[in-house]
């Protein structure tokens, strides 16, 4: 499991203020943030970067943010520019953040060594370069060439070897976690690890095949696992049912099947919807009616939960201590279709509000549907990476984790 590995892992409290004085630092953050335009609709990851730069700040370090945006094709485009993310830290710092025009080269380095203790700077976006993803060198080298240390916060990129998550830690020394990170991996991996029994994992979004080690996984270490969206319909014809005209992975039936099987020789429950909201056409103005489970008209589809099984969900989850949710219930994006998805939140809200769990949401779905009901807050831990939840949840190691300093 991956957790020994992260346990042991430095992070900049681990660092005397003597490492960091004067220092400069290249902390990899992640503000890949949705824009509207040059306008930011959403600013949790640049939030969720500052409590560690202020840190490095107040420490006299002279720290430099690096980051992706969006996925540029070829080369610099001025719509993934990094300038209103650098904006933005500027406003919620309370200081001028300066955008380098470039990630690499000698007006980089520059910049960099006429920066003053406490002075916070950004550079242009790091996947204007191929040489970042393809973690090449020669690259790294020259992006790591005007710094003294490194400092990963950038969770939601965490389990990818790119240049600014794994191939800086080469040349800079040494390489530790940020708060957020640290955060992020004692709550994900602690939770499977060694989280309060009972413990509930809700596993919900459109496909099977994309959770489907995520679902194993958290069978072993769960008692109860949760069903929804799309996938459920997957997990109702491997029971020899019939689902109108909903979401089927075909080639994932057996594998479903088998899921249910091993759920059953562990002796865990699996909670599949007992009644489902169906209509007539994927659209949000479409008919609906609600059915049980076992009861779709041919010619509907499934695209949310019923409430009873919201009512049946509650019930399972009002013993569990450690509660995980990634993955939607339903088509939450249409209104006639989110009861499911914002009810359960609800659930997991209340609980953890009044102290009976630790609730842990992953994954873009699941942490858009809490911000959008409004209940984000109320939640014990927001992950910010998607991908990188999940592989953790998993069981695997992430490379931009395992490529920090470890402990002494």
């Not at 993803?133 to 060439?145: D, G, I």
């Not at 596993?203 to 072993?220: F, H, N, Q, W, Y």
């Not at 209509?279 to 939960?305: H, R």
Request: proline share 4%; aromatic share 6%; glycine share 10%.
């Amino acid at each position: 499991m991956a957790s020994v590995e992260l346990e042991a892992k430095k992070s900049i409290e681990d660092l005397a203020d003597a490492d960091l004085k004067g220092k400069k630092v290249l902390i990899r953050c992640d503000v890949n943030v949705p824009l509207d335009g040059k306008k930011i609709t959403d600013d949790t990851r640049i939030r969720s970067s500052v409590p560690t730069i202020e840190y490095l700040v107040e420490k006299g370090a002279i720290v430099t943010v690096c980051s992706h945006l969006g996925r540029p094709k070829d080369g610099p485009e001025d719509k993934f520019s990094l300038g209103p993310c650098a904006e933005r830290l500027g406003e919620l710092l309370g200081k001028d953040v300066k955008l380098a025009p470039d990630c690499i080269g000698e007006e980089v380095a520059a910049l960099v060594g006429a920066a003053s203790e406490g002075d916070v700077l950004m550079l242009e976006n790091t996947r204007f370069y191929k040489e970042e993803t393809k973690n090449e060198s020669e690259f790294v080298e020259k992006l790591a060439a005007p710094f003294d240390l490194f400092v990963n916060d950038a969770f939601g990129t965490a389990h990818r070897a790119h240049a600014s998550t794994e191939g800086v830690t080469k040349f800079l020394k040494p390489a530790v976690s940020g708060f957020l990170l640290a955060k992020e991996l004692e709550y994900l991996d602690g939770a499977v690890t060694s989280g309060e029994k009972p413990m509930a994992a809700i596993v919900g979004g459109s496909k099977v095949s994309s959770k489907i080690t995520v679902l194993e996984a958290l069978l072993d270490k769960c008692d109860k696992v949760i069903i929804g969206g799309g996938m459920v319909f997957t997990f109702l014809k491997a029971k020899g049912l019939e689902v109108g005209t909903s979401l089927v992975e075909d080639d994932f039936v057996d594998t479903a099947k088998a899921v249910m099987d091993k759920a059953e020789k562990l002796g865990k429950e699996i909670l599949l919807p007992s009644d489902i909201i169906v209509a007539d056409a994927f659209a949000p103005d479409a008919k609906t009616q609600t059915v049980a489970f076992d009861a779709i008209p041919e010619g509907w589809m499934g695209l949310d939960n019923g409430p009873e099984t919201t009512a049946e969900q509650k019930e399972a989850l009002s013993t569990c201590k450690t509660i995980i949710m990634n993955g939607p219930m339903g088509v939450f994006e249409f209104e006639a279709f989110n009861k499911g998805t914002f009810g359960i939140v609800d659930i997991l809200a209340d609980l953890s509000k009044d102290g009976k769990a630790i609730t842990i949401i992953g994954g873009g779905d699941s942490v858009a549907a809490c911000e959008q009901s409004g209940r984000a807050s109320d939640m014990s831990h927001i992950s910010t990476g998607g991908g990188a939840s999940l592989e953790l949840l998993e069981g695997k190691v992430l490379p931009g984790v395992a490529a920090l300093a470890d402990k002494e």
